[in-house]
């Protein structure tokens, strides 16, 4: 039987619902899903007048958002996978922009297995455990896959222990 709704499109719904309900700024920046599978997750963010800085290049905040989304979705979509009750934070962000950013920008994170190793390691031990996400962003149109920008976002899991109820 056929899907109704591609695997991408549900999760570009689910990435501006999040936003707009839990994140504003997420939803404002309209990323969309380019591919998610379990290794890896391509995230858009599309090169409009809203996501511009003055030299007319991506505005360095909306490249953080798409970093952001690009680990944060691909842990997510584990979590949900694992059937585990886990919170994920990012604990800190690193980035080193190469190039201006002129176009519809893609931001690629190649860390599935290790989130997967990661949401092992804190079922097990119930404590919190980090590991650094790697997104490179590129700008395809122009250049192919020559980075414009590199990020390292700290994902930081825990398991959430069920309450007890009197």
């Not at 998610?36 to 909306?62: D, W």
């Not at 997510?76 to 585990?84: A, E, N, P, Q, Y």
């Not at 250049?143 to 994902?155: D, K, M, R």
Request: some cysteine; overall charge positive; proline content about 4%.
């Amino acid at each position: 039987m056929k899907k109704l709704i591609n695997e991408k499109i549900k999760a570009t719904w689910f990435i501006r619902y999040f936003g707009l309900s839990k994140v504003p700024l997420i939803f404002y920046c309209r990323p969309s899903v380019i591919k998610l599978t379990e290794e890896i997750t391509i995230i858009k963010i599309p090169f409009k007048r809203r996501n511009k800085n003055h030299l007319k290049s991506m505005y360095f905040g909306a490249l953080a958002v798409g970093a952001d989304v690009a680990g944060g979705v691909l842990a997510m979509d584990l979590i949900r996978k694992s059937g585990r009750n886990i919170s994920l934070v990012f604990k800190d962000f690193k980035a080193d922009f190469l190039k201006r950013p002129e176009g519809d920008t893609h931001f690629t994170c190649n860390d599935g297995q290790a989130v997967k190793n990661l949401i092992d390691e804190t079922t097990k031990t119930g404590e919190r455990v980090n590991m650094p996400l790697k997104i490179t962003a590129t700008v395809p149109e122009i250049s192919e896959n020559e980075p414009v920008a590199e990020f390292v976002l700290t994902l930081s899991l825990k398991l959430k222990m069920k309450k007890l109820t009197n």
